[in-house]
């Protein structure tokens, strides 16, 4: 078994920063059974962080000792793993657009997978499935402001206009009329406002 911890140890220690180990990917060490078991003690043990079912990531190593990966490359790493859509939330979205000055308290994505959450050290980051219409510009711009308009909902949407039309580029408004049919009527029809005046 201390084998096998070594060779998994070995395997994390090449990946980046934030980037997930997942059982499926050590198959070739030895049986399912016998990675996960392998996992779970290194987890028990602090060489391994359980982010959550069948991930875990290497703790960044830092001059003041071990700390948890980055939440933005975690999701990156784990949206490419995957195959996933993971963009940040409504809230989230909304702030970096400048529409609310309200700072999400919590860390949530939005995700084409199952809803699910991550531990990363102390920092839980929750994952919620979305509609494909809320993922379909993914982290452009005009994708933020799709999200944003979405959280701000069709009775506060209208104010947020004035302030996306000075931001958003010709190209971003562009790409918003074109993905503007699989939107909710309400919200398509505020795009082609924003746009065509």
């Given amino acids: 078994m201390e084998r096998m911890a070594e060779s998994i140890m070995n395997v994390a220690t090449t990946l980046p920063e934030g980037v997930p180990l997942a059982a499926k990917g050590l198959l070739h060490l030895g049986s399912r059974a016998a990675v996960d078991q392998t996992l779970s003690r290194l987890a028990a043990r602090g060489e391994l962080i359980r982010a959550g079912r069948g991930i875990y990531m290497r703790p960044v190593q830092t001059r003041f000792g071990p700390r948890s990966p980055s939440a933005e490359q975690a999701i990156e790493a784990l949206?490419?793993?995957?195959?996933?859509?993971?963009?940040?939330?409504?809230?989230?979205?909304?702030?970096?657009?400048?529409?609310?000055?309200?700072?999400?308290?919590?860390?949530?994505?939005?995700?084409?997978?199952?809803?699910?959450?991550?531990?990363?050290?102390?920092?839980?980051?929750?994952?919620?499935?979305?509609?494909?219409?809320?993922?379909?510009?993914?982290?452009?711009?005009?994708?933020?402001?799709?999200?944003?308009?979405?959280?701000?909902?069709?009775?506060?949407?209208?104010k947020a206009l004035q302030i996306l039309r000075s931001k958003l580029t010709e190209a971003a408004k562009t790409e918003l009329v074109s993905a503007a049919p699989q939107f909710p009527t309400w919200l398509a029809r505020l795009i082609g406002k924003m746009v065509h005046g």
């Fill in 79 to 158: 949206a490419v793993q995957r195959g996933e859509t993971i963009v940040p939330s409504g809230a989230a979205a909304a702030n970096a657009l400048g529409l609310t000055t309200q700072v999400p308290v919590k860390s949530v994505y939005l995700t084409s997978g199952r809803s699910r959450v991550l531990n990363l050290g102390r920092q839980a980051v929750e994952l919620r499935h979305a509609p494909r219409w809320q993922l379909a510009l993914g982290n452009k711009t005009s994708g933020q402001a799709v999200r944003a308009l979405a959280w701000l909902g069709p009775d506060e949407a209208p």
